[in-house]
């Protein structure tokens, strides 16, 4: 497979960004916006957005022979392969022009962090954690969705722990290495941009 700085005219330096959050698993909460925190940054600092997510149901609406297998793999309950994710990632990123890209819901796990390095030869410079306690999010769920929150909350839970057992040790490697800029997600959206803001300050990435 082809190595994404080699792809690159002038073999520039590649800016990865990995964005994840358990504040996420609130859907569309308040304050919640993981995604206007991501539009603010293509704004704002330059960088491409890329959903794992998204691109792989791009592929599946494709209708390509590789889409037919992903959503063959979704429908039968099995977790698409690491390399598929990447392949696509990596084919986007080529196609962007763009050296720098925010990369959002990935990884998921070990499994998609190991992958990623060993196909693209990329460190992400940081990961961009939005943070949001447990007990928060079934505050907001029990504040929202009134008349039914036994379901939801039941739910919740079980998203949160499949997020603790996959992701957080995702988390854990690369704040080892100091590379994880943890942001409290529950404030109003132009204060969490702020605190954003003052991560991405120092990478002097920002759009002049």
Do not use: W
């Not at 690159?8 to 358990?22: E, R």
């Not at 957005?49 to 063959?72: C, Q, T, Y």
């Not at 990884?107 to 410079?125: L, S």
């Amino acid at each position: 497979m082809q190595d994404v700085n080699g792809g690159f005219p002038g073999d520039k330096k590649i800016t990865v960004v990995f964005v994840l959050g358990k504040h996420s698993l609130l859907e569309s909460g308040p304050g919640s916006g993981k995604g206007t925190q991501c539009a603010k940054i293509v704004e704002n600092f330059g960088f491409t957005h890329l959903s794992a997510g998204d691109l792989l149901r791009a592929e599946i609406k494709s209708g390509s022979e590789n889409g037919s297998m992903i959503s063959s793999m979704i429908k039968e309950g099995k977790i698409v392969p690491s390399e598929v994710t990447v392949e696509l990632l990596q084919k986007a990123m080529l196609e962007s022009g763009n050296d720098k890209f925010l990369i959002d819901g990935f990884p998921r796990n070990e499994e998609n962090r190991a992958t990623f390095e060993n196909v693209t030869k990329i460190e992400p410079e940081f990961i961009l954690f939005f943070n949001c306690p447990e007990e928060e999010m079934e505050q907001r769920l029990l504040s929202r969705n009134q008349g039914r929150d036994d379901d939801n909350i039941e739910t919740i839970r079980k998203r949160f722990k499949v997020f603790v057992e996959s992701s957080i040790p995702v988390v854990e490697y690369y704040d080892m290495k100091g590379k994880v800029r943890k942001v409290d997600a529950l404030k109003p959206i132009d204060e969490v941009f702020e605190a954003v803001k003052a991560v991405f300050d120092p990478f002097h990435v920002k759009v002049r």
